[in-house]
């Protein structure tokens, strides 16, 4: 949206189906974009596959999807500036974090981000390269915390929370990421970004903060901390 407000030209790549594509622009398949004579000037990855409660799954689509769909793209459209969607997973923490931060993902999702960069950095001339906390915002994954929690809402009236809720999780609205990603876009030096939110949040404050925008919802403690 941002790039045709701009006036820009924009194409997409859909996976298997084109339902619940929104945006007015012209989308092909991985195949024919391949085979599409167009010199694209700037290519946002964005799509990847995350296996929500499984970080270790090794099915193969986590690898195709997340490191043979990058390499793909970069030796097809070696000219373009690669503007790539990664993720905070490639640190073994998420807290007290910056780009320059060792990289020590402790599980497989987060060594696919770590190898799609490295890609990146090696094959492409012009990039921006964006570690992203948890999106949230319409059309978001029903698997995280947050969406749990407003689903939990929605047909319980009760939010169920483990021990004190004191896990912290930084979340970042989509379209914010993507206005940090279309900007970065412009910029000619590489660059590693942080794509977060200024500060973090615990289980209990996201519960309390989604508690106050329903009527009589009610939040249940478990022992277990999750």
Known sequence: ??????????????????HNL????????????????IQYHKIYLIGSYIPWGEWNSVET???????????????AFSN???VFASSISVYESSLHID???????????????VIAEKLITQKSDSYAIHRISSLFGEGMSSA???AQVIQQCLTKKEITLYGKATRLQNYIHVKDAAQMM????????NRIYLTTFNESFSNKQVAETVQKCFNDVQIKYIKEDN
């Open 1 to 18: 949206t941002l790039h045709l407000q701009n006036k820009d030209i924009v194409y997409g790549i859909y996976h298997q189906s084109k």
């Open 22 to 37: 929104q945006a007015p622009i012209s989308y092909f398949s991985l195949n024919e974009c391949l085979e599409q004579n």
């Open 61 to 75: 689509k986590v690898w195709d999807s997340n490191v043979v769909l990058v390499d793909k793209l970069l030796n």
């Open 80 to 82: 373009a500036k690669f």
């Open 99 to 113: 780009e320059k931060s060792s990289l020590a993902c402790n599980n497989i999702y987060g060594a696919t981000k």
């Open 144 to 146: 995280p915390f947050l």
């Open 182 to 189: 279309f900007l970065s876009s412009f910029h000619d030096e």
